[in-house]
């Protein structure tokens, strides 16, 4: 399936990003060839995408380069949690949000990547690792 974001040629959600990624999801990338210290940068226990001349450092200002591979919370954005609500939400950020739907499958998957990155971080926090 084609996404809006192709057909309108819309990289907002890939400018100046703070996406933030998972074990799984840089264990996916890493196969694809590409060292951790290329891609991955800590910030308060998180492990976020970096960037590269203002956008993901997977996107090469025409297309992202792994969009098969990307990350988790590349495939379910725009929608996004929102811990004040405590519920999936768009990002306001998103020039094409209205034009997704919030499923109960896309809130069962978004909550189970924000149950898995913050235990992730927890375990990261309590280790006092790097990342």
């Not at 800590?42 to 997977?58: E, M, P, S, T």
């Not at 098969?68 to 379910?76: A, M, S, T």
């Not at 919030?102 to 990547?113: G, N, V, W």
């Not at 898995?116 to 926090?125: D, N, P």
Request: with cysteine; net charge positive.
């Amino acid at each position: 399936m084609k996404s809006c974001c192709i057909d309108y040629k819309c990289i907002q959600c890939c400018l100046d990003t703070s996406m933030i990624v998972s074990y799984q999801d840089i264990e996916r990338i890493k196969r694809l060839g590409f060292d951790t210290n290329f891609f991955v940068t800590g910030r308060d226990g998180w492990l976020q995408l970096k960037n590269q001349d203002g956008r993901c450092v997977f996107h090469s200002s025409i297309m992202c380069t792994i969009y098969e591979n990307r990350p988790d919370g590349c495939k379910l954005y725009p929608i996004i949690y929102d811990k004040d609500k405590k519920h999936a939400v768009f990002d306001k950020d998103c020039l094409q949000r209205d034009k997704f739907y919030i499923s109960k499958s896309i809130t069962k998957q978004l909550y189970a990547l924000v149950s898995e990155l913050e235990s992730e971080r927890a375990e990261r926090k309590k280790l006092k690792m790097k990342w």
